[in-house]
């Protein structure tokens, strides 16, 4: 089974930015305890505070679908939606060790 990684860019509508700062605070702290997590990161762009950029690392698909089907993962899109201008996911995977 292969590693996959996430690597997701959101951009808060104006003046929502503390707001969705909060909630994605949240989800880390829950998905981390997650087992299948390996590694789950939020950053925010030093450029535009509005700005959120999520790294995670889950072992395998498995994982991954399980933490997509969590109560915290659906909670936390309910409460983010209205707060977002755009939104990228990209599912990656390692080219090179």
């Known amino acids: 089974m292969k590693e996959i990684i996430i690597n997701a860019v959101l951009k808060a509508k104006s003046g929502k930015g ?4 909060k909630e ?8 981390r305890m997650e087992d299948g997590c390996l590694q ?25 679908t399980f933490h997509m089907n969590a109560e915290h993962y659906k909670y936390c899109g309910q409460q983010t939606e209205p707060l977002l201008e755009k ?3 990209h599912r990656l995977q390692i080219v090179n060790y």
């Not at 503390?18 to 700062?21: C, G, I, K």
């Not at 994605?24 to 998905?31: R, T």
């Not at 789950?40 to 991954?64: C, G, H, I, P, Q």
């Open 40 to 64: 789950y990161t939020l950053y925010e762009s030093v450029e535009n505070s509005d700005t959120f950029v999520f790294y995670e690392r889950w072992k395998d698909e498995e994982a991954l």
């Open 24 to 31: 994605l605070i949240n989800l880390v702290e829950a998905s």
């Open 87 to 89: 939104q990228e996911i």
């Open 18 to 21: 503390e707001l969705l700062r």
